[in-house]
């Protein structure tokens, strides 16, 4: 998949749109764009061919990160406090996370000279980061996510400005599973640009949500 959006982390909320095309290719199926809103811990996402498929389903679905984590027995919440208001801070986190942080070499990213890094993510390791009053709660919880993922180790590399701003990450998942008897690789490849732009995002109006929680619930009675 490919996409491109907006994001504002400090108020963290955001838009981005991804072509889904390449996910259907010698299957005859179109999947188009999908559209996805960020407030905070709500996700609202936009799939045309749903609607297609089911002509009387509301335009966008919600997913209430938060509340979905705690059916799961996870608190999103508490690791939340991994992700900072700036990519520089965040490089912190990774550097933290690795033992090991060699330099590749000088590399030009979108017309800017970076600085290429390479490093391995032990995602036990991340909660030393956090606050140590957050530790406990938080290492029980990423534990969860460890054993349902299978992913402990997670090979990243990073492009870094002269102004400490990250502008490329790559991030990849080996051996994950995604559901059950379903396991795979996956590289998540992100470059960040025109730093400072001003976000105008806003939530769809709620007669064109459909609550993916009150679904579930449904289902379940």
Partial sequence: M???GVFDSGERKGR???DLSALAEGSGQDLGEAEMIFDDFVVYMKFPFLQELQPGLKP???FDIRELGKEQGFDLGQLSQLNQNDPSQALQYLRAASDDVPEVGKEDVRGVETTHYRMTID???VVDQAPEDQREQLRASLDQIIEQSG????PTEVWVDDDGLA???KLTYEGMRFAPGQQGDMTMTMELYDFGVEVDVEPPPES??????????QRKA
């Fill in 60 to 62: 966008w679905l919600k």
């Fill in 123 to 125: 995602l036990q390791k």
């Fill in 2 to 4: 490919t996409g491109e």
């Fill in 151 to 154: 992913v402990l180790m997670v």
């Fill in 167 to 169: 502008r490329r990450m």
């Fill in 208 to 217: 064109e949500v459909t609550d993916i929680q009150e679904l579930l619930n």
């Fill in 16 to 18: 981005m749109t991804m």
